[in-house]
């Protein structure tokens, strides 16, 4: 009844857009009212739960239970900065329910199993040594790993990257590593690391790059004679005599008593005389 008197209200045209947009609008209402159905219907996702008695524990008690074993291996997670496809078998983003936990195929897996015996091995000797200090340190993945999975030195990430990818590789490694970790204590970040990493840089024959990061390493400790003394050495070997000196300069500035750099200094002088 409704749609007869549309053509004596609108004209002809203007009713056929009406009814065309009524029409719409009802297929789209119900392609909504079809899908929140199908949503109300679909089964919720299983939740994961830690087993009563897990499956393959090699190293771990066959009995531990399931409080004790999901703390392990979060312990284990934290420590080393890694996700549980770092040993396990699955895929990053994947509800753990469709994890193989069980499983041997990794081989990070084994060698995890190797570094938990190899704790455990260590806080035992610990416990038969004689120590002064009345409460004993107990050594555990966080105490060499820090949040990270391999347990290297700054000084040797730098220098592994630097082997293989070159000097410019290695200073943006440094720059994100600084970034990511500067005040979680996973590196030293202190003059130490840059010191020794440049000063073997130096030893390698490598002066440029060498003064490059110890150049980082003046930028990063300005109030550090040590530093400008370092740097006053791979300049000098680079043949740049005046850097040298200007360097060496600071380092006496900031602390007289550096005896490295005033003898240096004066070789150098003597030289330019």
Not at 19 to 42: D, K, M, N, P
Not at 47 to 72: G, I, M, Y
Not at 151 to 167: F, H, K, N, Q, R
Not at 222 to 240: D, E, R, V
Request: proline share 6%.
């Amino acid at each position: 009844m409704r749609w007869a008197i549309l053509p004596d209200l609108v004209p002809e045209g203007a009713a056929m857009n009406l009814r065309r947009r009524v029409r719409s609008f009802a297929i789209v209402a119900t392609l909504a009212v079809a899908v929140a159905a199908t949503a109300r219907v679909a089964p919720a996702q299983q939740r994961f739960e830690w087993p009563e008695k897990a499956k393959n524990l090699k190293v771990l008690p066959k009995n531990t239970p399931k409080e004790k074993l999901s703390a392990t291996m979060i312990g284990f997670t934290r420590a080393l900065g890694v996700r549980c496809p770092f040993c396990h078998v699955g895929q990053e983003g994947q509800p753990l329910t469709t994890y193989d936990f069980g499983s041997d195929q990794k081989p990070t897996k084994d060698v995890a199993r190797r570094m938990v015996k190899m704790v455990a091995n260590i806080n035992r000797d610990l416990s038969k040594m004689k120590f002064p200090e009345p409460k004993r340190v107990t050594v555990a993945c966080v105490t060499c790993h820090r949040g990270r999975p391999r347990p290297l030195t700054l000084a040797e990430e730098l220098a592994s990257v630097y082997e293989s990818a070159g000097i410019d590789s290695t200073v943006a490694r440094y720059n994100t590593l600084r970034d990511r970790f500067y005040s979680s204590g996973s590196y030293d970040f202190s003059e130490r690391s840059l010191n020794e990493f440049g000063m073997s840089l130096l030893a390698e024959g490598h002066s440029p790059d060498a003064i490059r990061i110890l150049s980082i390493n003046v930028e990063q400790n300005p109030k550090s004679s040590f530093a400008y003394s370092n740097l006053g050495n791979a300049c000098a070997a680079a043949g740049q005599k005046d850097l040298a000196i200007q360097n060496y300069e600071k380092a006496l500035e900031l602390d007289p008593r550096n005896r490295e750099a005033e003898q240096k200094l004066k070789e150098l002088r003597g030289v330019a005389k």
